[in-house]
């Protein structure tokens, strides 16, 4: 069975410095995929970033990067530069056989 | 645009009334989805569907039923079995064969009363 864990259940961060959320998974899958998804306080759920895993190189969108560590089970999110706007609830996903496993999620807050 | 679509946004429910939440998408994806999502235990799986006139149990289906019968719609009801159903529901949909993730619905609040 996968697994998804979010050990951080709240993290802050100071205007325009830079964050990481933390997320380890297991699954038993050998072609699968990562996803980070984003719930602002209108909870409507956004992907942020996805993954590969059978891609060495670490997925970046703007200041969105991750540090995937395959060996490790590892699949940390960095927010560079970070914004008022960023402020939300954010979810590690793996992806399963037929459907995606969530974390139990991370509440990032933003301080000015 | 294509997308999802959930309604009602608030819904309240009397003690032993069965309740249905709609979920409506015109992206053409195959796979739908219903999660439930309560403080501090994230997204949990409520049941799916690959596929029309077949669905399968999630991690939590007790209390719950759905149906596909068209590949656009996979309404979700909260049965009076349903012991604490006072929650927020998501649902999603995917296009099976691809991995761009999830679409997302907006989301229901149901509130019994």
């Known amino acids: 069975a996968q697994t998804v864990t979010q050990s951080q259940p709240e993290m802050s961060v100071q205007e325009a410095e830079t964050v990481t959320l933390s997320c380890t998974y297991d699954t038993s899958e050998s072609d699968y995929y990562l996803f980070w998804y984003k719930q602002p306080p209108s909870r409507q759920m956004i992907l942020v970033i996805r993954?590969?895993?059978?891609?060495?190189q670490n997925a970046t969108e703007n200041r969105f990067s991750v540090n995937f560590q395959k060996a490790a089970k590892s699949f940390s999110l960095k927010i560079s530069d970070s914004q008022l706007g960023d402020a939300a609830m954010y979810f590690c996903a793996t992806s399963g056989t037929y459907k995606y496993i969530f974390g139990t999620g991370t509440r990032l807050k933003v301080l000015a | 645009d294509g997308g999802i679509t959930q309604s009602p946004k608030y819904l309240f429910r009397k003690e032993g009334q069965n309740v249905t939440l709609s979920c409506e998408q015109n992206l053409n994806h195959d796979a739908m989805y219903w999660y439930r999502q309560d403080p501090g235990q994230g997204l949990r799986l409520i049941y799916y569907s690959q596929i029309v006139n077949d669905f399968q149990k999630g991690d939590i289906a007790e209390g719950y039923s759905v149906s596909r019968e068209k590949k656009e719609s996979f309404p979700l009801t909260v049965t009076s079995a349903q012991k604490n159903p006072t929650a927020f529901y998501l649902c999603?949909?995917?296009?099976?064969?691809?991995?761009?993730?999830?679409?997302f619905g907006s989301g229901t609040r149901l509130t019994v009363v």
């Open positions: 999603a949909s995917r296009q099976v064969g691809t991995w761009n993730g999830y679409t």
């Open positions: 993954q590969e895993a059978y891609k060495q």
